[in-house]
């Protein structure tokens, strides 16, 4: 037994068996897009991508490392502009890219 673990939220450990694995990486992700005003005045548009990661280790169940990753991006143009949100969804891509880059750079 570790002298100090925490424990994941779910319990994992039947893919051990299942997928013939130690550990598991979960990635979780969300994204949208953060308006600043002053009165009813955009003075600030940015893409917003935040990742969260922890690996399990599967033969007890415990939480070897959690890491929360943050990145916005600015929105160049309108960000309402197009019928598919086109600066929106080019902004939010360059920060969910620049977040896996930084998450393959620690792994």
Avoid at 65 to 89: A, C, F, M, V
Wanted: net charge negative.
């Amino acid at each position: 037994m570790k002298p100090f673990y925490i424990n994941s939220k779910f319990d994992y450990r039947g893919l051990m068996a299942k997928h013939d694995v130690d550990e598991i990486l979960i990635v979780n992700a969300r994204h949208g897009v953060l308006v600043s005003y002053f009165g009813v005045i955009e003075v600030e548009k940015q893409a917003y991508v935040e990742i969260s990661t922890e690996i399990i280790d599967l033969n007890d169940n415990s939480l070897l490392q959690q890491q929360d990753l943050e990145n916005p991006s600015t929105i160049k143009g309108h960000w309402k502009k197009g019928e598919n949100y086109e600066n929106l969804r080019r902004s939010i891509e360059e920060a969910i890219s620049k977040s896996f880059r930084e998450l393959r750079s620690k792994f």
